[in-house]
């Protein structure tokens, strides 16, 4: 089954302490990116990468960093998490295709507390 | 002014009911048009596309207005499976997905 796989779905930390979240996609897509979801602030881009070692900041990138080692996978990684960070992250991909581009696979959501 | 607007809602209908929801963007030049539908605490789905001339999903219907710089999803006979999170999303250019600008979100709820 075509999909993005996210892990783990929930996570309670601490302040300082790192973690990571994995995404991996088996559709062989060359796009994947991060994105936090705030109430009343929409889905707004961490990072995003269009390729094998290719990576680049979206809009809301401090406190985070991602690497991109394998077209599959594509981890993020808070180094020393703070309360704002708290929110539900979601990882998704795309086909780099004329036709296909925009259209977004999104993995089912890590719900992350810092306390 | 942000760069994609919609109205949060909640929209509470009756089902069968037709319902519509607006979202209106800033950038002039945006290039692409999609819904995504996001179910509660869920992930984000596409729905549709949105083509200039308006398109057409079974019951789903998306028109854009490129004058007046918004776009819009009709929803006919509205089913309670249709209660959901509708996230207008924009594209100010063509070729990539790294500038893809969300919405908030128009909430809906079916009810019987």
């Known amino acids: 089954e075509a999909q993005v796989t996210q892990n783990p779905r929930y996570l309670i930390t601490v302040t300082g302490k790192k973690l990571t979240v994995t995404c991996s996609q088996n559709m062989n897509h060359e796009y994947m990116s991060w994105y936090r979801q705030d109430p009343g602030l929409g889905l707004r881009q961490i990072y995003y990468?269009?390729?094998?070692?290719?990576?680049d900041k979206g809009d809301v990138p401090e406190g985070y960093k991602v690497s991109r080692k394998e077209k599959r996978n594509f981890p993020l990684i808070l180094e020393s998490p703070s309360p704002n960070q708290t929110s539900l992250y979601f990882c998704?991909?795309?086909?780099?295709?004329?036709?296909?581009?925009?259209?977004?696979?999104f993995g089912s959501g890590t719900q992350l507390s810092v306390l | 002014r942000k760069e994609v607007e919609q109205d949060p809602g909640p929209f509470n209908v009756p089902e069968g009911a037709t319902v519509a929801f607006n979202c209106t963007y800033s950038n002039s030049a945006s290039q692409s048009f999609f819904w995504y539908r996001q179910d509660c605490r869920k992930e984000p789905k596409l729905l549709m596309s949105v083509y200039s001339s308006g398109n057409e999903d079974g019951r789903f219907t998306a028109q854009l207005n490129r004058a007046s710089q918004y776009i819009s999803l009709l929803i006919r006979d509205s089913k309670l499976s249709d209660s959901a999170t509708y996230l207008c999303v924009v594209n100010p250019f063509t070729g990539t997905a790294s500038k893809l600008t969300f919405g908030t979100g128009t909430r809906l709820q079916v009810t019987l």
């Open positions: 990468s269009m390729n094998v070692e290719v990576t």
């Open positions: 998704a991909s795309s086909l780099f295709s004329e036709t296909d581009y925009e259209k977004l696979f």
